[in-house]
């Protein structure tokens, strides 16, 4: 059984900084992409942002880019989000997504349960 578990949520002012995790059971972990995402009350879902599987190439929305920092250790089966400079508009439900592109039929896409970030201003 595949699982996703966030951590590190919570709330912080303005300004602050904040470390996400999100553990994996249950898949071999280097062989998925990672991806980040949040949901804010009343909004879609956005993507935060991706790492492939070494953590050689990563991407991010620009409402995030230059603040926030994903990393990932396969070893551990974890990969990481770090926020820095936190906004007001950060806050959201943040999750981690796995995400393996098995052959052009099939995909396999797993999500963790998310973790509240709430940022005060």
């Known amino acids: 059984q595949v699982q996703l578990v966030e951590s590190g949520g919570g709330l912080v002012q303005a300004g602050g900084s904040l470390t996400l995790s999100c553990t994996a059971s249950?898949?071999?972990?280097?062989?998925?992409?990672m991806r980040w995402f949040r949901q804010a009350p009343g909004k879609e879902r956005e993507v935060v942002g991706t790492?492939?599987?070494?953590?050689?190439?990563?991407n991010y929305a620009e409402s995030v880019k230059g603040r926030f920092t994903i990393s990932r250790d396969n070893a551990k089966k974890t990969v990481y989000l770090q926020m820095n400079s936190l906004k007001p508009e950060d806050t959201a439900v943040y999750y981690c997504?796995?995400?393996?592109?098995?052959?052009?039929?099939?995909?396999?896409?797993?999500w963790g349960q998310g973790t509240q970030v709430t940022v005060s201003s």
């Open positions: 997504a796995a995400r393996r592109v098995v052959s052009l039929a099939t995909t396999l896409d797993y």
């Open positions: 790492i492939n599987w070494d953590g050689g190439s990563t």
């Open positions: 249950g898949l071999t972990f280097s062989y998925y992409t």
